[in-house]
T-cell receptor, first 110, second 114 residues
Framework: QQNVQQSPESLIVPEGARTSLNCTFSDSASQYFWWYRQHSGKAPKALMSIFSNGEKEEGRFTIHLNKASLHFSLHIRDSQPSDSALYLCAVRNMGYKLTFGTGTSLLVDP | AQTIHQWPVAEIKAVGSPLSLGCTIKGKSSPNLYWYWQATGGTLQQLFYSITVGQVESVVQLNLSASRPKDDQFILSTEKLLLSHSGFYLC?????????????FGPGTRLLVL
């Protein structure tokens, strides 16, 4: 049974700061990894995905994946108030089951 | 462009009453479809998925059932609601064989059971 945990649970950062969010998973057979962002009252939207060890950058967002450590992370450069949201990581082995993490609530203080 | 629609937008229902929530997706042929549930302040939990008409796989047992009567339609239902069914129900779609395909969510239905 996959167990996906996120840290920290919540975070307040000043505008312009670099923000780091963490996700650990329990199943070493996990192969595919996503970060989703959910603004208050809205549906989650996929931010980025990564499928092999290393780093992937898209604009202000960077994902790091280390499968051996069962860990991946999301880094936000130059955080903006519009980045304030619930961030959810998600993990999949094969097939159609996607397991989401416990979530990190981010508030960017202008 | 694909569009995903969920109905109703919100519901207030009594404990013990039946429920039917719907999801339709337009603009994609033979999508994979999913139902998720999110308790207030809670994480997103996958309930069901369907890769083809008439076939639905259950992921979590929550006294709910799902059906896929048409290629573009996914229905979530129960005959008897519990207080614990309150939350945010989200339909999602993807294309592919379940590996690298990203799941995209509909706007969701808010359910309050009293």
């Amino acid at each position: 049974q996959q167990n996906v945990q996120q840290s920290p649970e919540s975070l307040i950062v000043p505008e312009g700061a670099r923000t780091s969010l963490n996700c650990t998973f329990s199943d070493s057979a996990s192969q595919y990894f996503w970060w989703y962002r959910q603004h208050s009252g809205k549906a989650p939207k996929a931010l980025m995905s990564i499928f092999s060890n290393g780093e992937k950058e898209e604009g202000r967002f960077t994902i790091h994946l280390n499968k051996a450590s069962l860990h991946f992370s999301l880094h936000i450069r130059d955080s903006q108030p519009s980045d304030s949201a619930l961030y959810l990581c998600a993990v999949r082995n094969m097939g159609y089951k996607l397991t989401f993490g416990t979530g990190t609530s981010l508030l960017v203080d202008p | 462009a694909q569009t995903i629609h969920q109905w109703p937008v919100a519901e207030i229902k009594a404990v013990g009453s039946p429920l039917s929530l719907g999801c339709t997706i337009k603009g994609k042929s033979s999508p994979n479809l999913y139902w998720y549930w999110q308790a207030t302040g809670g994480t997103l939990q996958q309930l069901f998925y369907s890769i083809t008409v008439g076939q639905v796989e259950s992921v979590v047992q929550l006294n709910l059932s799902a059906s896929r009567p048409k290629d573009d339609q996914f229905i979530l239902s129960t005959e008897k609601l519990l207080l614990s069914h309150s939350g945010f129900y989200l339909c999602a779609w993807s294309l592919g064989t379940g590996g690298r395909d990203t799941q995209y969510f509909g706007p969701g239905t808010r359910l309050l059971v009293l």
